[in-house]
């Protein structure tokens, strides 16, 4: 940041004015200024009509676009600093479930009004999420709006490798990558509607507002795995996806699923099985690769839990320790219901 | 669409019911019946976590989001066709622009409610022009909240073969297809501002509505052209893009400037320098080609005028018939200022 800006934004704080719509008028400046980065893999990035990119050879392009609107996804006044790097992340997410290498994002987005406050902090928390994850920023848009952020991804797979929702094969181990429930928790802490010890809170309440893509996991994936989704809507809703598009079942150990002592002790398994913004990875591997995901899962300190086995059955069953079937309702969030 | 949901919109328009949210409430069940169609050149389209395209040899992959919001980009209650139209033409003007071939598309939506009426309308709209130009519509997301469209395009064009904006060359003509203005006089019409005869108000808001990208004609500029944009902020700040871009300058003839009768002689040239949403191609390009530019406009029937030519000034001049200068505002559209 120049001195001048430097000295004109202490000036404006003294005034009380920090908040204040100020002196970057331009949509041009805007983005020179909060979202011109020095691009790594890119051979042509923001500035032109369009980005370039070149693919490796052999390799395919994996493709996802996510969108967060204030008060759908996120609440009035969410730190921006945390919104960035959850724009980000999230959208990792869906890269590091096809087991791809994320590499390129095009970010959209609308603002009520040009607060430099505001930007410096939400282009500083999506660049560190850049960072962590070796991520070019390399175009996009802003206009003015109702707060929007729009997000599309692309990363570089080796042809034929991705991991897909479609492939899970009847007697697959079901794992999942962390713990379940903790984003939902946090957010019903916020909402007032939940009440946990400070420590567990401060925890449910990171996981939701700057979750950790689990992208190196995903990459070593397509060695093991059969199948592979990221739990954002809830465990149920999610494995569904895996389940229906693979045209089997499933049967998950209820005790198996990892998720916090509040959950566990209260038996509040609504949380772990229907919360949603978990981003965590939920995968299905033959038996025999047991032990490789475990290394795996020791070697990128990566949690990874076997929950459950793939059925011929027509849909999802969960069994307590004595083998009894638990009843749930299969609900996850959904924007429009 | 199926016989039952036929009767059953029929009934409801009997009821006065026809814009009600109804029936679809799930984002799933809407991006099912809504936005997904077979694609042609894609390795895996909407349905999994990201979509998966191939590049074909020798070839890069170009880039571009851009997002619409309501208010700022389209008037409330604006034809949802129209809209779907616009909001994909917008983007392949941004690849055009480049001298690619647009082929694949992801589309993230924000809606204040599921209106199955508006949504069709709507999706008509983008597959009419999507099927224009041969796009697969490939991912996106759907989600509630404030009417904004966000979409991102991609495309392919052989290896270092990209126009960029930075390529002008002293001494190139600089050419622009289409007429200029008419868009921006459409809207000026829709909000009152300028009256206009009937067969020119309709031809203008036609311009502002359903803009026809230059796609066939873009991808045969790389033969000859040097730099490119797409006239989207208006001439002169998009012309300015090139200079800065290009370090160079340009001189312009006024009376050369495609643009309607009513600009012409009521000399508001404001419209044609100025006004956005035109989605014309800028280009520049060596003299000695000027006769198979013309012959490209010829095939392609789409009119194309050399404007005036790339100098080593440091600004931008324009020239009445005289050889005299004439003064003009340096402003277009910014959605910040």
């Excluded at 962590?132 to 034929?160: A, R």
């Amino acid at each position: 940041m120049g001195l001048l800006l430097k000295l004109i934004l202490i000036l404006l704080k003294l005034l009380g004015l920090k908040n204040k719509s100020i002196m970057i008028t331009s949509e041009f400046e805007l983005i020179k200024r909060y979202f011109t980065k020095k691009n790594r893999q890119t051979k042509l990035g923001i500035g032109d009509d369009a980005a370039i990119i070149q693919i490796q050879k052999n390799h395919e392009l994996v493709i996802s676009s996510d969108m967060l609107v204030e008060g759908i996804h996120f609440i009035k006044n969410t730190n921006p600093s945390h919104l960035g790097w959850k724009s980000l992340a999230v959208n990792l997410s869906d890269i590091s479930a096809m087991g791809a290498q994320p590499k390129w994002a095009t970010l959209s987005i609308s603002l009520p009004k040009v607060d430099p406050i505001w930007l410096k902090k939400f282009s500083q928390g999506f660049f560190k999420c850049a960072k962590k994850f070796n991520i070019d920023l390399i175009g996009g848009d802003t206009t003015k709006g109702p707060l929007s952020i729009s997000i599309t991804i692309m990363g570089e797979i080796k042809k034929n490798k991705s991991l897909l929702r479609s492939g899970a094969q009847i007697g697959d181990d079901i794992w999942v990558t962390g713990e379940l429930g903790n984003a939902s928790m946090g957010l019903a802490c916020l909402q007032r509607k939940l009440k946990l010890s400070p420590t567990l809170k401060t925890k449910c309440i990171k996981s939701l507002q700057t979750p950790v893509p689990k992208v190196f996991f995903g990459l070593t994936l397509p060695r093991y795995a059969k199948s592979c989704i990221d739990v954002s809507d809830g465990l149920i809703q999610d494995l569904t996806h895996i389940t229906k598009s693979s045209k089997v079942g499933a049967t998950l150990f209820i005790e198996k699923i990892p998720c916090n002592a509040a959950i566990k002790t209260s038996k509040k398994y609504h949380y772990a099985l229907n919360g949603g913004d978990d981003y965590e990875l939920l995968f299905t591997a033959p038996k025999k690769y047991s032990s490789h995901i475990q290394k795996i899962s020791k070697k990128t300190k990566i949690i990874t839990t076997r929950i459950g086995v793939i059925t011929n059955q027509p849909s999802i069953s969960i069994l307590d320790r004595h083998g009894k079937l638990v009843s749930f309702k299969n609900k996850g969030y959904d924007h429009f219901a």
